[in-house]
């Protein structure tokens, strides 16, 4: 079936410490959302790239980063992670191609900084 | 940042009962969705509706717009214990290729 995957379930990280996460979709979607979502509150989202052009939010930190290497593929990198930066991550893909875009999550990435 | 606030925060109705779930947003939007989320999973599509309708039905879900209040709600008829979720609003602020959450409202159906 056709579908996000984002791996790890879990990821433990040190204070400071980079992290990668990942996503890859099997939708061949033209675009590629992450969301952070910290416990009971509403997905934030942080970034997204239309094709290989990348839409930043104007209050993301400086400290995440994404890239997208291929239409499949697209990660998310937090350079020196605080303790503030543990949340669950999501990728999310839509098509891009009209005006009814919907999104299609992966599970997700929980992330935990000691 | 997030698009707006959904009332009410949580929700705990007998199986069987109705769930409204009430959503407003702040900017100019094509349409407006909402959204399923198991607890620690990702987000699922329950349904879209655009912002020249004012009203729309997916099975047991009814949602309805208005836009002159910048509103939504969503109503789950029949409930049923596997409706135990978070329930989250979208819209799109115009842009066709963003999406902003409102605050989401746990709703717990007791068996």
């Known amino acids: 079936d056709a579908m996000v995957i984002q791996n790890p379930r879990y990821q433990v990280t040190q204070f400071g410490k980079p992290v990668t996460l990942s996503c890859s979709q099997t939708l061949n979607h033209n675009v590629m959302y992450w969301y952070q979502q910290k416990s009971s509150q509403a997905p934030k989202l942080l970034f997204h790239?239309?094709?290989?052009?990348?839409?930043n939010e104007a209050d993301t930190p400086d400290n995440f980063q994404s890239r997208r290497p291929n239409t499949s593929f697209c990660f998310l990198d937090i350079r020196s992670p605080g303790l503030g930066d543990a949340a669950m991550y999501l990728c999310a893909t839509s098509r891009g191609q009209g005006k009814d875009e919907k999104l299609f999550f992966g599970s997700g990435t929980q992330l935990s900084v000691l | 940042s997030q698009q707006g606030e959904e009332d009410p925060q949580a929700l705990s109705i007998q199986e069987g009962e109705n769930a409204t779930m009430n959503c407003s947003y702040k900017t100019s939007i094509n349409n407006l969705q909402w959204y399923r989320q198991n607890s620690g999973r990702g987000l699922v599509h329950l349904i879209l509706i655009r912002s020249n309708e004012r009203e729309k039905h997916s099975g047991r879900l009814r949602v309805t717009l208005d836009t002159s209040k910048k509103s939504s709600s969503l109503l789950i008829t029949a409930s049923r214990a596997a409706d135990t979720a978070s329930y989250f609003c979208?819209?799109?602020?115009?842009?066709?290729?963003?999406?902003?959450f409102g605050t989401g409202t746990s709703l717990t159906v007791i068996p």
């Open positions: 790239y239309y094709d290989k052009d990348f839409n």
């Open positions: 979208a819209t799109d602020r115009g842009s066709g290729n963003q999406f902003y």
